[in-house]
Structure formats: C-alpha cells, structure tokens
C-alpha cells in the first residue's frame, strides 16, 4: 500500500519505506502533533511505535509505502467498535422497551387463557366447533391493543417536537423515556461546562505552596537567610515553564494586535502549555528565554510516558546544558533522587516525597491539572564530554530522563463557562438534585454528584 500527504489509511499498516511521513493520529490516542512514521520498531506498545500506522488516521506529510497488516474488524478501530457495540441484546433495551415486552407478554398470556376457557365452555355445552372456534379466537383478537405501537409513537414524537422547541436534538425517540427515568447524566466537560482556557492557579516550590491570584508577586531579589534559595527555586521553575512547552504566541495575532493583553493573546498549542505560557510570559519574555537557552534535543509528549523533555543550554556565558522533564507528577517524581530547596540541592527524602504527593492530593481534589517539573544540571565537563560524544545528533535515547532533581509543581484551573448556575439551578428546582454529596476518585472529586430519592446523580459541579 502507497500512502501520501492528504490520505485517509485505510487499513492498519506496518511500513516498510518512508519519506518524511507523518501522520494525524488524534483520532485514536488523542495526541495533538502530527508524529513522525518511519520503518524501525522504536516501542514494544504498538500503538506507540513509529512503524505502524491505522486505519483512519490522515498523512498530513510525506509518502510512505507499507504491508496491510489488518482490515476492517480486525484493525485498532475495529476492535474499539466491537467493544462498544458487543453485549447481549436484552441488556441494551431501555426501559420502555422492557416495561412493553412485560406487558405484551402478559396481554397474551391473559387473552389465550381467556380464549381457552371459553372454548373449553362451548365444548361443555355442545356448541358446534367451527362456531366454538370463531368464538374463541374472536375473544383472542379483540384483547390484542393494536393501537398500542401507534399511541406509544405519537406521544414519543409529542416529547421529542417540544425538546426541539428548546434547541435539544433528539437523534433516537427510545432516549426521550430514558430521560425521565436517568439514575446518571454525563455532560462533556471541555467547552462545554468549561471554556477549554486554563490558567495557573497554584505553584509548589522550596517547599512552599502559593495560590496565584491578582495580589500574588513573584519572589524578590532581597538577602537574607534562605531568600536568595527561594528566588534559585522560583527561577528553575520558571526556566522549565518557559522552556520545556511546545506553545508559542501566535505571530499573526502579535503583529496586528501588539498591545493586546497577555490573557488575551492568540496561543498556538494545547491549553495546559497555552496557560503556563501566558504565566511565564508574565513574569519574563519567554521569547528571549528561550533564544538565551537555544533548544538542543527534545523527548516529544506521549501517552505512555506522560512526560516532555528538552535539552537546553543555560545561560549563554554560563555554556552548560540542561535537560528540563515535564508531565505528570508521578511519573516526575519516579525519575528523581533529589530535589531543590532554599538551601539546595539534597536528597530526595520520604517525608518530602509524601509532602509533595499530598499536595499534589490536594490540589487534585480541588479540580485541578497538576503538572510536575524536574531539571538535571550538567557541569562543564559533563556538558562538554556529551556535546563531544553526540556532535552530529542527539539522539532521544540520550536524552537524560533519570537521576533529576525535582524543581516542583504547577496547577491549572479552567474557567467555567456563563449559564453553568442557572443549569445547577433548574436541576435542583426540577427535584433531581439533594443534599447528599458523592466525591469521586481521587483526582476528579472536584466532581459532585448529587442524590436525589433513590438516584444518584443530577448534575455535576466543577469547582
């Protein structure tokens, strides 16, 4: 199979010769870029590795020419369908559907069994049995309800006609019962209860938790025992928030809008990194930061490590490297044996690694994205003896991804969006809604669900 810029993949495809291709595979893991396709096994997960391409995903770039190795069920997507359309027919029914297969049955039941005992009566008395029969069946007939199905319709179609006098679709009539007897009720959250625009509501450094609000001021240059260590802290996590994103301004929206607020400006990238750019930028020109410390190497995002890493240089007179993690905390905090606090660097201690993991507990519970960061410092000569040993080209496999130093944590809010309350409002008016609270697993207990009689659920609340 031959693969170019602009084609759908038809089939699950292991290639054997590429040029430059890469492909859109948000569709199937959800990951934004475009990734890079080539002929090596670069991962033992085959939704990981670069020699392997799936059905539906598009070629944004380059050609490439491979062996189908999968159609149609037997492919990724084909399995995902299968696993959401497999199960037992009687237990998809709705409602509705039971409660009339209960009574039809029923019906039926009742009218043979009166048909019988009248036929059984015309025998007894001598009735002829051609008008015995006649009889019988006529009883039979007239206890089927045939204006049942037509009755049920009209009054499914009367519901759906005044939901879309109130701007609801309805796609399938079998939902509108379901409506009125719901024991849950999932509402997307990103762009819908939510504006899909985060911002940094809490940092974690030196051992210190800070919220961010309109009064919060980064640490000053002053002097004083532990001050200047908790400006170090405060600069490195800055350093990694600036530096270790893919998220840029965009230039269009610069050049015809240069006054235009921070919180206000064009971000080309994901929302989390689009929030920590517009803080960082706050704070320093992370253009200019990220020109003094020219990018060398990067470990692109994925949803198996759950962590990004670059290589940096420092400080352009200072001419050492560094390589800055970010990701999810847990999978930073495996990849550390210190961390930097207002007296330095020391060892990574239980007690502050379960400091860190409670905060993190925390501010997770409060409905919050909670990213960690780690650097490692090289010293001259280390810098020196790698630039040495990898002058043509980093490889990724280089990059250092263990033994680093854990810097801390930045937490990302996302504002909700207007007509929220009054949702929650007409909930609780219409009697779906309690008092009883649910909290939900950790990490989304931000999430309430609230009780009312015998089900649980209404409505969900992000905080």
Known sequence: ?????????????????????????????????????????????????????????????????????????????????????????????TTLQMDMHHFVVNTAVFSFGVGLIFFIAGLLNRTKLLHNLVYSIGIIVSNVPEGLIATVTV????????MANRNVLVKKLDAIESLGSSTVICSDKTGTLTRNRMHVSHIYYADRSERVDIDWMPPQNLDGPGVSG??????????????????????????????????DRVVCGDASEAGILRFAEKLENVEAMRQRSKLLATIPFNSTNKYMVTMNFNEPEDNTLRAVMKGAPERVLDNCTAILT???????????????????????????????????????????????????????????????TFVGLISLKTRLVQGRSRCKKKMQISGVASDHDYRGPPGNSAVYCKASGNHHVAYCEFS
Not at 372 to 381: K, N, R, V, W
């Open 230 to 263: 908790v400006k170090d802290c405060f600069d490195a996590l800055l350093f990694g928030a600036a530096n270790c994103s893919t998220a840029v301004f965009d230039d269009m929206d610069r050049r015809e809008n240069p006054d235009k607020p921070v919180e």
């Open 1 to 93: 199979m031959r693969i170019k810029l602009g084609d759908k993949i038809p089939a699950d495809v292991r290639l054997v010769r590429t040029s430059q291709l890469r492909v859109d595979n948000s569709s199937l893991t959800g990951e934004s870029d475009p990734l890079t396709r080539s002929v090596h096994m670069t991962s033992d997960d085959p939704l990981e590795t670069a020699n392997l391409s799936f059905f539906g995903c598009l070629a944004v770039d380059g050609t490439a020419e491979g062996i189908v190795i999968a159609t149609g069920s037997d492919t990724v997507f084909g399995r995902i369908v299968l696993l959401t359309t497999e199960g037992d027919a009687d237990e998809n029914k």
């Open 155 to 162: 009054a499914l179609t009367a519901s759906a006609h005044r």
């Open 342 to 404: 207002d007296t330095g660097r020391h060892p990574f201690s239980e007690e502050r690694r379960i400091a860190i993991e409670n905060e993190i507990e925390r501010l997770a519970n409060a409905g919050e994205r909670v990213l960690g960061l780690a650097e490692l410092d090289m010293s001259p000569q280390e810098t020196t003896r790698f630039l040495y040993e990898n002058k043509d080209e980093i490889p990724r496999e280089k990059i250092p991804v263990e033994g680093l």
